[in-house]
């Protein structure tokens, strides 16, 4: 098929009924349209012309003043049309887009030392503020796109991310016995438990074993002195001699106090076998963890990252892509994560099936914002997208 390069004005119509396959390829940014018996709106989060733009799930989410204002990071390099599954070149940089109307419109932001362009890694003292109204945290590691860490370390702002400090070290996680010889492999999802502490889902990989790449574990890690030092809590899924991967956790505390975890799942031993999603409770704060349930497919090879949030009716909303089908889905639960609602789709069929890793965010009127990444017949190289709805 042949790759075409203008961009559409954006514009907002309504399509009534149910749509189908083929307005599938098309360009949907500032297009209202009703599917599964709700309304969801199309907007552009970030693109810009003969760039590959990215991995939302890589980078993180934040929000503030009730999910008014929403912030979110993705990857930005050349883009390469014979670069493979990732028509994506070198650099690869780091950057975020900006929503102050809850997802509605959004500004690309390049703010100066954040990851891949801070100095060199430092200890931190230790005064971290997490519990400030403003404050944000990046983690950075290695194993994904303009992150090259083994050992791990993160950034902080106090003004909502424009600007940031850091990179700061992880002091004491590599001396933990659990994480000797092991490469940090996390990305950015945590939760604050006080002014001087948080709890921070991370991943882990072995690179002496077999599929080394395919293989890393998710385990809690938390300080409670401001970032003086970190201590390992424990796995939430455990090593095994013939162990599926088990990465990329979205974590929340549920109303009841609990803790869920959804993990990416593949069988790094056989590439047939679909990827999926499973999620893991604790009800000890992160001390031990038990399987809860199984969300959904994600498709072959590598499969798709999930999205866990809580919403404010107390439900669980948990988003994925399916790259086979080329969809990006949401199930609901109304009993922590126990049990799931049917699939819903909420866009589907893209130009590629590089497509989803999405982040999910719930803004200050009650709707779900998904952001993900994909290209279209008419927009080839891969822009940022999210679809707002009232769930």
Partial sequence: MQNRRNFLKQGSFYLGGTLFMPYSMKELAGIICNRENQQIKYVQVASLEDRYL????????WKWDGGLEILVGFTDGPFDQEGGFHRIGNPQLSKLSRSKDGGKTWEIESPDNFVGSA???????GDIHFGHNDFALRVSSAGYHGNDDIHGHFFISYDRG????????????????ELKGLEITSRTNYLVTGE????????????????????????????????????FISWIVPWGAQDNRAAMP??????DGKM?????????????????????????????WEFL???????????NPPALITLKDGRL??????????????????????????????????????MGYPQLAENKNGELVAIYYLATEVRSNNYIEAAIWQP
């Fill in 250 to 255: 979205s974590g929340v505390r549920t109303k």
């Fill in 196 to 231: 001087n502490s948080i709890q921070i889902f991370m991943t882990a990989r072995n690179p002496k074993i077999q599929h080394a790449d395919r293989r890393d574990k998710t385990f809690i890690l938390e300080t409670k002195d401001g970032g003086r030092t970190f201590q």
């Fill in 54 to 61: 990215g991995w939302p799930a890589n980078n993180g989410i």
């Fill in 293 to 303: 349930s199984t969300v959904g497919q994600t498709g072959f090879e590598n499969g």
């Fill in 260 to 288: 869920v975890v959804a993990v990416r799942v593949k069988n790094p031993f056989d590439l047939k076998v679909p990827s999926w999603i499973d999620c893991y409770i604790s009800a000890n704060n992160g001390r031990s």
């Fill in 317 to 354: 909303a948990c988003c994925y892509a399916n790259r086979d089908t080329r969809q990006l889905l949401i199930r609901y639960s109304w009993d922590n994560g126990k049990t799931w609602d049917k699939e819903l789709v909420i866009r589907d069929n893209p130009y590629t099936y590089d």
């Fill in 119 to 125: 100095g060199s890694v430092i200890s931190y003292p």
């Fill in 162 to 177: 424009k600007s940031w400090e850091g990179g700061y070290r992880f002091n004491g996680l590599q001396d933990n016995d």
